[in-house]
Nanobody
Framework: QVQLVEAGGGSVQAGGSLRFSCAAS????????MGWFRQAPGKERERVSN???????YYAESVQGRFTISKDNAKNDLPLQMNSLKPEDTAIYYC??????????????WGQGTQVTVSS
């Protein structure tokens, strides 16, 4: 059974930093796409960043240069380092994983979500 457990959310002032972790289990860690999504109040869920088994990364334009995704294959962990946080980064953040089909990822598995609040 695939499980994704996030940790590291919280409240921070604008300009601050947070670091997420996502502990994955139940599948061969490097065989799936893995990524981070977020959903702000009243908005649709959006993809923040993801990383493929080949190490290729994607970042939403709104977080490019501020967020860094990585994979710790030894710990089955998916860290997301978030720097220079802005109030518009306030959202519930979700870790996700799933198989890759061609150039796309099927986001089949989701963590429970962790809240980030950035105050101005």
């Amino acid at each position: 059974q695939v499980q994704l457990v996030e940790a590291g959310g919280g409240s921070v002032q604008a300009g601050g930093s947070l670091r997420f972790s996502c502990a994955a289990s139940g599948y061969t860690f490097n065989s799936y796409c893995m990524g981070w999504f977020r959903q702000a109040p009243g908005k649709e869920r959006e993809r923040v960043s993801n990383i493929g088994g080949d190490g290729n990364t994607y970042y939403a334009e709104s977080v490019q240069g501020r967020f860094t995704i990585s994979k710790d294959n030894a710990k089955n962990d998916l860290p997301l380092q978030m720097n220079s946080l802005k109030p518009e980064d306030t959202a519930i953040y979700y870790c996700a994983a799933g198989p890759k089909y061609g150039s796309s990822c099927a986001w089949a598995y989701w963590g429970q979500g962790t809240q980030v609040t950035v105050s101005s």
